[in-house]
């Protein structure tokens, strides 16, 4: 009876033994979670004067974009809502170039003025191959004012780097907005002044 109960305890050791590496080299492949921390420096534009506030109004998500892309070992996550991204970075560049700006959650917080949103369609990192990145940045920029839509446009950011050259995914994907905002926020002010 010993020798039997002696066999099985080393035959489930041997089993567990082997099930070992068979189960670390799983987690290996298991994707990872990398935060990307979303932020906004503003640059300088050439963005015609305008003497009236601006609402900025938090931009809708096409589809919630809960993840930002991926290479082989990890699945990019955004710090914050995208669509908050964006609007706090339309926000923050207007800002700091003397625009009168407020942030609003929704388009009926904003009231009567002028709005500023948007739309995110896609906020992408994509790493297929070891020596390759391509960011994609795609918004349909708006203005509005008393419930009418006044402007609507579609912009798209795209690049591709090398593996040398990427840099930080981040400031990649916030060099996106810069390309895209220099075309829409001239367009967006001189509406506004054209209505005003």
């Known amino acids: 009876m010993k020798k039997q109960s002696l066999s099985i305890f080393i035959l489930l050791i041997a089993v567990a033994v082997l099930m ?3 189960s670390g080299f799983a987690a290996e492949k298991k994707m990872k979670d990398t935060i990307l921390q979303l932020d906004y420096t503003p640059i300088k534009m050439d963005i015609p004067p305008c003497t009236v506030k601006i609402a900025v ?18 699945n990019y996550i955004p710090s914050i809502d995208v669509g908050t991204w964006m609007a706090k970075s339309v926000l923050s560049q207007l800002t700091s170039q003397g625009y009168d700006a407020e942030y609003f959650e929704t388009m009926d917080d904003a009231g009567d ?15 297929p191959g070891q020596m390759e990145m391509y960011y994609k940045v795609q918004l349909d920029g708006m203005v509005t004012k008393d419930n009418k839509l006044l402007f609507s446009q ?25 390309d895209t905002f220099s075309m829409f926020l001239p367009q ?5 002044n054209d209505n005003n």
């Open 20 to 22: 070992m590496p068979s």
């Open 57 to 74: 109004v938090k931009f809708t998500e096409t589809n919630p974009i809960t993840q930002l892309g991926q290479s082989k070992l990890f």
């Open 113 to 127: 003025n002028f709005i500023v949103t948007g739309i995110a369609n896609k906020v992408l990192i994509n790493r």
């Open 154 to 178: 579609n912009y798209t950011s795209k690049q591709e780097k090398g593996f040398a050259n990427t840099g930080d995914n981040a400031g990649k994907l916030m060099a996106g907005l810069h």
């Open 188 to 192: 967006a002010v001189k509406i506004i």
